[in-house]
């Protein structure tokens, strides 16, 4: 999974950020997960992941939302700043352009909502929706735990 330099950081919160656009100094997992937040749907889903990427960075995984709307992402950062979407413990990355997929031509295959836990290296190890598919997410849970 590569990551576009053209990608604006949104980080209201002030989450700090270590190095390499990380949270976590040496990340053994990594979490992407490309989010349509235009989509009410999908921005019913970022309250989940509120949950999810608290357990995750426990285990030592990174979070990278990047999100993509054809809005200008207006309606997500009002949402989120009046704290109608939990708040998450790592920054999101606004894909206006839609770099992400781009950098990534595998994901057009894959539906919307699809996300991916990769090793350290970027190596997929498990893909899907972990909000709707909760035996992923435990195995996903179980992954980053048995390695920590």
């Known amino acids: 999974m590569k990551l576009c330099d053209t990608l604006k950081i ?5 989450v700090h950020i ?11 997992y990594k979490m992407f997960v490309y989010l349509n937040v235009a989509c009410s749907s999908c921005l019913a889903e970022m309250n989940e992941w509120a949950e999810i990427s ?3 960075k426990d285990g030592n995984c990174e979070c ?21 979407i939990k708040k998450i413990e790592f920054p999101f990355y606004l894909d206006k352009n839609d770099c992400f997929l781009s950098a990534n031509p595998f994901l057009i295959k894959f ?4 996300n991916f836990l990769t090793d350290a290296k970027n190596n997929i190890l498990l893909k899907g929706n ?6 992923l997410l435990k195995k996903a849970i179980s992954i980053i735990n048995n390695n920590k």
């Open 10 to 14: 949104y980080n209201p919160f002030r």
């Open 130 to 135: 972990f909000c709707s598919d909760k035996e």
């Open 18 to 28: 270590a190095n390499n656009n990380q949270t976590l100094p040496s990340p053994k």
């Open 54 to 56: 608290k357990k995750l």
């Open 64 to 84: 990278y939302f990047i999100l993509y709307s054809k809005d200008n992402f207006q309606y997500f950062k009002y949402l989120y700043e009046a704290y109608e």
């Open 111 to 114: 539906a919307t909502g699809q």
